[in-house]
């Protein structure tokens, strides 16, 4: 799908025309973006979890801003970045931002494929739900409401651990939220075939799944979700993505499964977006628009979906 200039929503489009002069020079390197991560340093507080080799993974940890008594759900938020690049500190300008108003959130620095390809990433992320799941309770939430979203490549970590943990029967998750998310490695929709949309396009989807996947043999459900077969007893949805975007087909195929298997599905299509355009143009008519259907979704799982955890 060839983007034209007039296939953009009018108040994206002069963002987008530059977006699309740089999006050529996007590297697929952790060091991408090291001013955005200066810009983004926060002052959340941070923990570690060791992982099986020794190494350690940082942990960003954000109480709500609007602290009450009543204890709150507790979720993990996997940042974007083509499973190559990105950091924990994107969530204060991804839609994972909301949360921080009514949610304790934890945003895991997770394995990066450039150095460390599949399934480290999908481990990191695994680790952290445990992680989440004991500590829930510790840090002011609630056990019973463990969400899981994301951006992007997060959002593609986001179903990938959804599958992993109601496979493995260890953690239950009462929502996921995966945003924009980055499902099949395939790229035989029609919204990704000779998608060139500003910020990400086919070309740039092609080299992060050779990164994320290489040196696998068989591809998996959990190294691409779009692979699923069985999308049962999945958690209730929670997304939102553009028309334009090379992932709008890939995301409402996924939806579209999740609603024929029984589970509650809330999905917002954006005309005329390109991805990522509630964080590169976030004052857009678009972009407040889908920020607005993402607070009033989480509002309502909050009070509607809860999964008691299994016992050790």
């Known amino acids: 799908m060839k983007v034209k200039h007039s296939d953009i929503a ?36 941070t923990t570690e979890l060791i992982r099986s080799d020794g190494s350690k993974m940082r942990l960003l940890v954000s109480a709500p801003k609007n602290k009450t008594n009543r204890k709150c759900p507790v979720v993990l938020w996997l940042h974007g970045g083509g499973y190559a690049g990105g950091f924990p500190e994107m969530i204060r300008i991804s839609a994972g931002k909301e949360l921080q108003n009514s949610c304790i959130v934890v945003s895991p620095d997770y394995a990066l494929s450039y150095e460390h390809p599949y399934p480290a ?17 510790e840090l002011g939430g609630r056990s019973d409401q463990i969400f899981v979203g994301g951006e992007s490549a997060g959002g593609g970590l986001c179903v990938a651990l959804c599958l992993l943990a109601r496979d493995l029967g260890t953690v239950n998750i009462a929502c996921q939220m995966p945003i924009y998310p980055m499902l099949d490695d395939r790229m035989k929709t029609n919204s990704m075939k000779n998608n060139d949309a500003p910020v990400w396009n086919e070309e740039l989807n092609r080299k992060a799944w050779g990164q994320y996947l290489a040196g696998q043999k068989i591809i998996t459900e959990y190294a691409a979700p779009a692979r699923a077969r069985n999308y049962r007893n999945l958690p209730p949805a929670i997304s939102f993505v553009g028309s334009v975007d090379p992932f709008y087909d890939e995301m409402l195929i996924y939806m579209h499964h999740l609603k024929q298997a029984g589970i509650p599905v809330h999905c917002l299509k954006v005309p005329a977006a390109f991805h990522e355009f509630d964080m590169m143009v976030p004052f857009s008519k678009e972009a407040k628009a889908a920020r607005k259907f993402f607070r009033t979704q989480v509002e309502y799982a909050t009070h509607h979906y809860f999964a008691c955890q299994p016992h050790s």
């Open 10 to 45: 009018s108040d994206l489009r002069i963002p987008g025309d530059f977006l699309k002069l740089i999006t050529p020079y996007t590297s697929l390197k952790h060091g991408q973006m090291p001013a955005m991560n200066w810009l983004l340093k926060s002052n959340e507080c």
């Open 121 to 137: 990433a999908l481990f990191d992320a695994y680790r952290s739900l445990l992680w989440l799941k004991e500590h829930a309770e």
